[in-house]
Each structure stands twice: as structure tokens, then as C-alpha cells.
């Protein structure tokens, strides 16, 4: 097969792995092995083939579990996924001519890059994981400030150690693995955050520090639009301290794409000494591996690294190239054209909440247009909004340039670097600043851009935030996203936790399925705005809650419920169990609390079905409110708590006397009985009631017949009363039996009653306590 077969074939898989369904996949036909004649036929290949392709995709069928294989794949993205066939087919015939092969390749792909990002010259080096060009780019630095390294290793840095900034924006855990895999101590790599103007200052701080200390700053990694946070760093600041301290400086982020829709930066000015590219995510093409662009060094340094584009893969190569390729430019800024302006939409439209805090990157421009009040706001709130620049002076960086020369000259294992100018070393912030305002440099054309990942928090009023404790905005914002999720589904919102802040909502155009319209934006933020009218009447109205509470005299207690972020919890405390602290409380008071608010829940229930059972921190049950409108009668709900609890609770102390009363009658009736039945006893003498001697007795003088009436409990007045019912011969003991029987059917006949059950026992106004079965 050649490579135009092998290629046809993988697109044909996953065309075939498309369109028919998983339960025919998980159920293979198999038939026998084909015959030894047979084999060397094209049909019989063929049939082979699909066969083995079969029972390959059912075994995928099986661990996807009845969903379907590859769906919805656009053509590009089936091109790129078959072209790892061809990488295969490339890897395996043609050993010898393949890293020439994969150099051309890698060029077309580097000559694509810069001219659509403007650069230009550099070499673009493509790899699988995120980090894995910027151990080599830190060795290369190694080798061109220490010429003893390759010989020496680690002892070569011993005299004047290396220091590596790290911004936090930049990838996660990246200063661990630095220092795993090149060996390196945690001092030598500094995580310092690079946004604000206190950052840099401290930044700038350390690094007079290191030279003092004879530490060499080797590089600085930077971001330039962060796809978490959305954040960026103070490029023009970072890109003055970097030529300044001779450090190798590395970008990351978003706004790297910007460099393909400006057209006023020249050409001839590098933003860094190397650009990282997650083409995965910006193309929307997956399986794409990243790619590293850095500046032209010395070609030996590269190759002793590693860092030429004849060491990348041909799995990583063949499918940029095929990316790129069926990609053009116009294609490729119109999408991220289309990102930033979604993005600024959003932005636009969010400034001018006042309950909404953007936590990303905001452009000076749009600030701009923002009023006065609104600016002074975002100033309190956020920050940490980026600075153009360092206020340093001409002579502090003569002072930083001898420090850097006295430095350098006592290190006698450090060459000077003749790449860099002495000239450019002694470049000042403030010429930068006057030339920035003549023509705008890469940097601050960047720091003016719209980073495509907004991330926002809602937070109430600058009057209420004391008065919102962290937990209840995390709740707020878990809500408010979870709502906007189900009413416009295009629009794919995540909840990030920023440090400090809580729980925010992050927006970005690349993590949708696809690029949403300006119709969905419009109709997500008509969604956002009615449900941020929702969340303003909720708070204003914990408030009034919160009053109510307060002055209802014990009867209702405020319940804080964790992860709710409705109106709050309202418990209502019996009279005989108020306390603040709950947890002093014996366990009949708790079960009686859960009792009656449980029955308040479901009484509730039957007016509003908004009333929930909610259960407090202390395993307390308690009514839970959801959210509220701005018109809604806060006080009238409390009101109907209070007064439905304590309507159960006076129905409850009614049962609990008329259970009383019962019980006090069944002691009465039983003490009764026993007194007449002592008195019959006396009465018929105690011969009667001797054995043998009884029977002669009876036989010669029979017994007058008397009987012991019942009694019966009057429940109008409380009375005990003899009844119709006559006990004849009646002993003490059985009495005693059939009272405590008795007793029994009364306390279940109370709990029936408390349950709002019929009550058998109950049929008229009187009840029969104790009686005997006539003889």
C-alpha cells in the first residue's frame, strides 16, 4: 500500500466508525478462518481487514459504553487524525531519510507560524507535552553562560548558581518540574506573580539581590493571557527587566494569537526569546501537538540540546503540517478575530454591572470608556490592574548596569554575552515609554488586547460585602452558573476558584463546541441579567430576614445552611426548648424540634411549594427558603412559619394534656376498682376464699350475686364515671392485666392523634378505661 492508501483508508474508518451504530459494533459477527487458498485475493484481504477493524472497534464500543465512536468530526479534523497513519507509515519506511523528511515538513510549518504572527525569524520546535521545550531552551542558556557546564555539570554552577522566574499565570507545577528533571535546588527557581506594579518592584528587587548574591537570572517565564485566570502579566515591564538583566525570556498565553490581527508593530522587534503555542486549543483541531518559536542560536548549543527540528517526532510534525495546510491565514486570525470580539461583548456588557467583578484582563481602552464611577470601583475592587511600566529612574539602572558589570567581572566562568549590546543593556523604561507613545511597541500593543477568557464573580454591593461571608458568594456564584448552563446551553461556563477570592465564572470562546453567535451571547446575557436581578432581591432580602428573625422573641432562628444559596433556613423552637445553643439541648428536645419542623415543612407544603426541609451545621432540621424576587413579602413568609408553628405546637400540647388526662383517669379508674373489689371481698367473708373450705361454705350458704361496674372517663369534664359494664368476679390480678392493657391503647390512640390519624378509641365523648368480659 502506498501513502495515499494508507491515508484514504484512515479517513475511511472514521467515516465508517461515524455512521454505524455502537450496538452493532459491540456484536462482531466472526466467521471461520479463510481457507489457505483463498488468502493472497484482494477480497479476501479486504474482508480481513474489516473483520480486524471490527473487533478493534467494539472493544472501543465497549469502554465507551453505547456511545457513539467519533462523533460529529469535521473533515479537517478527520484529515488530521488520519495523517498519523501516514507519521506511522513515514516512521517505519523510511528510516533512513526520515529526519530530512521531517525537517522540510517542520519548515513549511515555521515559515506558516511567522508569517502569521509577524515574526520575523525564528525556529519552531514541535513536541507532545507542554514543558518539554523548556527544559531544553534552560539547558541551552546553561551552555552559552557556562562553557564548563558540558564538561563540569552541576559543579560548574556551583561558584554562581542559576535563578529562574516563574510567573503563576504560567503553567501549573511547572518550577517542580524544572527542578526534578534538570536536577536543580527549589532556591533556583523563584515563583513571583509579574502583573502589578508592587509585583514588579519586589521582582526587580530580587533580581538586584541575586546579583549581589552572584546569581545569574538564566530565564524569565511570563504569560501573556493566562487560559485559566485570564490574567496578564506586565509584558512591557518584564521585557525591559529581561534585556536589562541579560535573562532569556519566554511567553505563554493567549494574546500570542493578537500578533496575527495587528498591523502596526514592525516586524524587526521580538516580544521574547521564545513563544509557546497550544494549537490544540487555538485551531480547535485535536491531537495537535504544542509548538515552541524561539530566536536563531548558535547551532551547535541547539544541537547539543536536542532542539533542532530533526529531533521532533513524526507523530508530532505530520499532523501540524496537515493542520496548517488545510488551514490558511485568513482562516485561522478570522477565528481568532471572532473570539476576541465574543470576549469583548462579554467584557462590554459586564463592566457596567456593578455587582459583577472581572477578575481577567482588562484593556486600557475599554476602561477608558467606562464612566467615572464605574473606573473608581473596578480601581477598589480589583487591584491588581497591570502597570505600563517601572518607576525607575536613569540613574538606578546606571547603578543596576554596574552592579551587572562588577558582577560579571568577578565570575570568571561567565562570558560576556555578545548577542546583546551594551547599548540595549542600558535601555530605561522611560525612553520606552516616549517611544511607545510615538509608535506602540509589540508589548504594549499586547497589553492592550482582549484576552479571549473572561472570568467574573458576582459579588453584592460595595455596602453589603462585609456584610456576605465567603461561603455565601461561593454559593451565589455556584447557583448562578449552574442556571445559566440550562438556559442557553451553546454558551459553556466553568467555576474556577481564584486564591483569596472564592468561586468566580470563566468564559472563554475556544472551550465551547463552537464559536457561540452574537445572537447566543445576546440571549445569554438577557439570561444574566434576570438572574442577577434574582441574586440582588436574595441578598437584600437575607437582610430583612436577618431583622425579622431578631425580633420575633426566640420563636424562629436563623439556620445557616451550607451550600444553599437561597433566602436562608428559618427554624421554628418550641416554647420549651428555646435555647442559642443548640448543642446543649438533650436528645428529646432535638427529636422533639425535628418533629414539629418537619410537620411545619409538610404543612407549608401544601400552600407554597417553594418551602423545603432543609437541615442546618448542628444535623438540626429546619425550613429552607429558595430564592426570591424583589417583590416578594419577606416578612409574610416569616409570619406564616411562625404562625403555622404555633398552631402545631398548640395542637400538640392539647394532645399531650389530653393524654395526661387520660392517664391520670386510667390511675384513678384502677385504684377505684381495687377498693371495691377489697370491700366485696370483707363483704362475702374470707372463708369463701379458702380452698376446700370455700366450696362447703359456698355449698351451705350461697353466694348473693353482686357486681363491680365499670368506669368510663367523661372527656368534656374530665370526670371518671361508672358505666353500664359490670366485672363479674374480677380478680386483683387480672384487673391490674387488663388496666395496663388498657393504658397501652391509650398512648398509641395519642400518638395516632398527633399524627393526624383516626383515632379508634375516640368514637364518642365517653371511653370505657377498664372492663371484663361478662362470664
Known amino acids: 500500500m502506498d501513502m495515499e492508501e494508507i491515508f484514504d483508508s484512515s479517513v475511511e474508518l472514521l467515516d465508517t466508525g461515524e455512521k454505524e451504530d455502537v450496538d452493532k459494533i459491540k456484536e462482531p459477527t466472526l466467521e471461520p478462518v479463510l481457507e489457505s487458498e483463498d488468502i493472497d485475493t484482494p477480497s479476501t484481504l479486504l474482508k ?141 527557581v523563584k515563583v513571583m506573580k509579574m502583573h502589578g506594579a ?42 525591559h527587566l529581561a534585556q536589562r538583566f541579560n535573562a532569556w525570556l519566554h511567553l505563554e498565553g493567549h494574546l500570542i494569537n493578537h500578533l496575527s490581527l495587528h498591523d502596526q508593530p514592525k516586524k524587526n522587534l521580538q516580544i521574547a526569546d521564545s513563544l ?49 495546510q488545510s488551514l490558511d491565514s485568513s482562516t485561522i486570525s478570522n477565528r481568532f478575530r471572532t473570539a476576541v470580539e465574543l470576549s469583548k461583548l462579554l467584557i462590554n456588557h459586564l463592566i457596567t454591572i ?50 551587572k558589570t562588577e558582577t560579571v567581572e568577578e565570575l570568571s566562568d561567565l562570558p560576556e554575552n555578545s ?16 517611544l511607545a507613545g510615538r509608535e506602540k511597541t509589540k508589548p504594549a500593543a499586547l497589553m492592550d488586547c482582549v484576552v479571549p477568557v473572561v472570568v467574573f464573580q458576582y459579588r453584592p454591593s460595595s455596602k453589603e460585602i462585609g456584610e456576605c461571608p465567603g461561603n455565601l458568594l461561593d454559593d451565589l456564584n455556584l447557583w448562578l452558573v449552574q442556571v445559566l448552563e440550562r438556559a442557553c446551553e451553546e454558551i459553556h461556563m466553568d467555576i474556577i476558584d481564584v486564591d483569596e477570592s472564592g468561586y468566580a465564572l470563566r468564559f472563554s470562546p475556544y472551550d465551547c463546541k463552537s464559536f457561540p453567535s452574537i445572537e447566543t451571547l445576546a440571549k445569554f446575557l438577557e439570561s ?49 426548648w428555646r435555647s442559642d445553643n443548640m448543642e446543649q439541648l438533650p436528645d428529646q428536645g432535638k427529636e422533639e424540634i425535628n418533629r414539629i419542623n418537619r410537620e411545619l415543612v409538610a404543612k407549608l407544603k401544601e400552600t407554597d411549594s417553594a418551602f423545603s426541609l432543609g437541615e442546618g451545621r448542628d444535623g438540626l432540621s429546619c425550613v429552607r427558603f429558595g430564592m426570591v424576587v424583589a417583590i416578594t413579602d419577606v416578612e409574610a ?57 370455700g366450696s362447703l361454705v359456698n355449698y351451705f350458704s350461697p353466694p348473693q350475686k353482686t357486681s363491680v361496674k365499670g368506669r ?30 388498657a393504658s397501652e391503647v391509650v398512648e398509641e390512640a395519642s400518638e395516632a392523634l398527633s399524627s393526624n390519624q383516626e383515632t379508634p378509641f375516640v368514637e364518642s365523648e365517653e371511653t370505657n378505661i377498664a372492663h371484663a368480659p361478662d362470664e
Not at 548577542?419 to 516616549?434: A, R
Not at 425579622?548 to 436562608?568: F, K, R, Y
Not at 409570619?639 to 394534656?657: C, H, I
Open 48 to 188: 480481513k481487514d474489516n473483520e480486524v477493524l471490527t473487533k478493534f472497534r467494539a472493544i472501543i464500543a465497549e469502554y465507551l459504553q453505547d456511545e457513539k465512536i467519533l462523533d460529529g468530526l469535521d473533515g479537517l479534523t478527520k484529515g488530521v487524525l488520519g495523517s498519523y497513519s501516514l507519521a506511522g507509515y513515514l516512521d517505519f519506511a523510511v528510516p533512513s531519510g526520515k529526519e530530512i523528511i521531517v525537517t522540510k515538513l517542520l519548515q513549511h510549518c515555521c515559515f506558516q507560524l511567522l508569517d502569521l504572527l509577524r515574526v520575523s525569524d525564528g525556529i519552531c520546535y514541535a513536541h507532545e507535552e507542554a514543558t518539554a521545550a523548556i527544559m531544553p531552551l534552560i539547558q541551552m542558556q546553561l551552555l552559552n553562560l557556562y562553557p564548563k557546564y558540558s564538561t563540569q555539570g552541576y559543579e560548574a554552577l556551583y561558584s554562581c548558581p542559576p535563578t529562574i522566574y516563574i510567573s503563576p499565570l504560567c503553567i501549573p507545577s511547572l518550577g517542580s518540574v524544572i527542578c526534578k528533571k534538570l536536577g536543580f535546588p527549589t532556591s533556583s
Open 276 to 324: 509557546h503555542l497550544d494549537l490544540k486549543q487555538l485551531l480547535g483541531v485535536p491531537s495537535l501537538p504544542f509548538v515552541t518559536m524561539y530566536r536563531h542560536c548558535e547551532i551547535a548549543l541547539q544541537r547539543a540540546v536536542y532542539l533542532t527540528p530533526s529531533h521532533c517526532s513524526p507523530f508530532s510534525v505530520v499532523p501540524l503540517w496537515f493542520a496548517l
Open 198 to 239: 508592587d509585583h514588579l518592584t519586589k521582582m526587580e528587587k530580587s533580581l538586584l539581590e541575586d546579583f549581589a548574591a552572584k546569581r545569574v537570572p538564566l530565564m524569565i517565564i511570563a504569560s501573556c493571557g493566562s487560559h485559566h485566570s485570564g490574567q496578564v502579566d506586565n509584558l512591557v515591564a518584564i521585557s
Open 354 to 403: 456593578p455587582n459583577i467583578l472581572i477578575m481577567s484582563h482588562i484593556p486600557k481602552s475599554i476602561k477608558m470608556q467606562v464612566s467615572v464611577e464605574s473606573k473608581e470601583v473596578l480601581t477598589d475592587d480589583l487591584g491588581n490592574a497591570p502597570a505600563t511600566g517601572t518607576a525607575n529612574s536613569n540613574d538606578d539602572d546606571e547603578g543596576v548596569e554596574a552592579t
Open 637 to 693: 413568609l416569616a409570619n406564616l412559619v411562625r404562625q403555622t408553628g404555633l398552631d402545631l405546637e398548640a395542637s400538640t400540647l392539647a394532645l399531650e394534656t389530653m393524654a395526661v388526662m387520660i392517664r391520670k383517669g386510667i390511675e384513678e379508674a384502677q385504684a377505684e376498682l381495687q377498693r371495691e373489689t377489697e370491700e366485696k371481698l370483707w363483704q362475702e367473708g374470707l372463708l369463701r376464699h379458702i380452698p376446700v373450705v
Open 528 to 576: 444574566l441579567d434576570q438572574q442577577l436581578e434574582i441574586l440582588n432581591a436574595t441578598v437584600e432580602h437575607k437582610k430583612t430576614l436577618n431583622k425579622i428573625i431578631e425580633v420575633s422573641g426566640g420563636e424562629l432562628q436563623l439556620v445557616e445552611l451550607p451550600g444553599w444559596a437561597g433566602l436562608g433556613g428559618v427554624r421554628y423552637l418550641p416554647a420549651a
Open 419 to 434: 548577542d546583546t549590546s551594551s547599548e540595549s543593556d542600558t535601555m530605561n523604561i522611560h525612553d520606552d515609554e516616549e
Open 712 to 741: 368510663c372517663l367523661n372527656l368534656q369534664n374530665g370526670r371518671i364515671e361508672k358505666s353500664e359494664v359490670t366485672i363479674h368476679s374480677l380478680v386483683k390480678e387480672e384487673a391490674s392485666v387488663v388496666v395496663e392493657q
